[in-house]
T-cell receptor
Framework: DIQMTQSPSSVSASVGDRVTITCRASQGITTWLAWYQQKPGKAPKFLIYAASSLQSGVPSRFSGRGSGTDFTLIISSLQPEDFATYYC?????????FGQGTKLEIK | QVQLVESGGGLVQPGRSLRLSCAASGFTFSRSTMHWVRQAPGKGLEWVALTSYDGTNTHYADSVKGRLTISRDNSKNTLYLQMNSLRPEDTAIYYCARDRGMGGYYFDYWGQGTLAIVSS
């Protein structure tokens, strides 16, 4: 199975900050990568697919980059509703696997 | 709008069984690959199983193979997860999720989840 490793595990930031979350795959996955946002007590929400394509309805302050083994999720200007846990997931190899999550907290 | 509503969770003793359901609406269920994904309390996400649009192809995580069975009834727009020989480590919120359907394993819509607790 492909292992997905996110860093940091948690990060504190303020409204308006730019935040970057990193995800590394244990082997190359080209751009078969998704990002999800999960708020407490809620289901995950699909944000980005193919490493950099924004799902319909997702604000443009979210963006994704990367290919091969190294990927990033960028939130350009944090809004109060963005404080949540974020997961990456490799989508190109069976079985699909997730990173351990990055908790984004209010500073 | 796409809606997925899970049900059937609860408290069950180790070794017993549970059947989860996921009622789908707002899209053509019979054309969609569907998945179950679980999340142990306070932990991350783990993919569990998938079924092709017609139910003829199913695949499982090694951790559940031989104990959990995914199925679907396209006439009822419903996805199922039959859980047998349950273990405490199966305790989790179980989400059904729709496959985006354009290559890869992308989960574009999720239900709210149903909690299964395996404990004596």
């Amino acid at each position: 199975d492909i292992q997905m490793t996110q860093s940091p595990s948690s990060v504190s930031a303020s409204v308006g900050d730019r935040v970057t979350i990193t995800c590394r795959a244990s082997q190359g996955i080209t751009t078969w990568l998704a990002w999800y946002q999960q708020k407490p007590g809620k289901a995950p929400k699909f944000l980005i697919y193919a490493a950099s394509s924004l799902q319909s309805g997702v604000p443009s302050r979210f963006s994704g980059r990367g290919s091969g083994t190294d990927f990033t999720l960028i939130i350009s200007s944090l809004q109060p509703e963005d404080f949540a846990t974020y997961y990456c997931q490799q989508a190109g190899s069976f079985p699909p696997t997730f990173g351990q999550g990055t908790k984004l907290e209010i500073k | 709008q796409v809606q997925l509503v899970e049900s059937g969770g609860g408290l069950v003793q180790p070794g017993r069984s549970l059947r989860l359901s996921c009622a789908a609406s707002g899209f053509t269920f019979s054309r969609s690959t569907m998945h179950w994904v679980r999340q142990a309390p306070g932990k991350g996400l783990e993919w569990v199983a998938l079924t092709s649009y017609d139910g003829t192809n199913t695949h499982y995580a090694d951790s559940v193979k031989g104990r959990l069975t995914i199925s679907r009834d396209n006439s009822k727009n419903t996805l199922y997860l039959q859980m047998n020989s349950l273990r405490p480590e199966d305790t989790a919120i179980y989400y059904c999720a729709r496959d985006r359907g354009m290559g890869g394993y992308y989960f574009d819509y999720w239900g709210q989840g149903t909690l299964a607790i395996v404990s004596s």
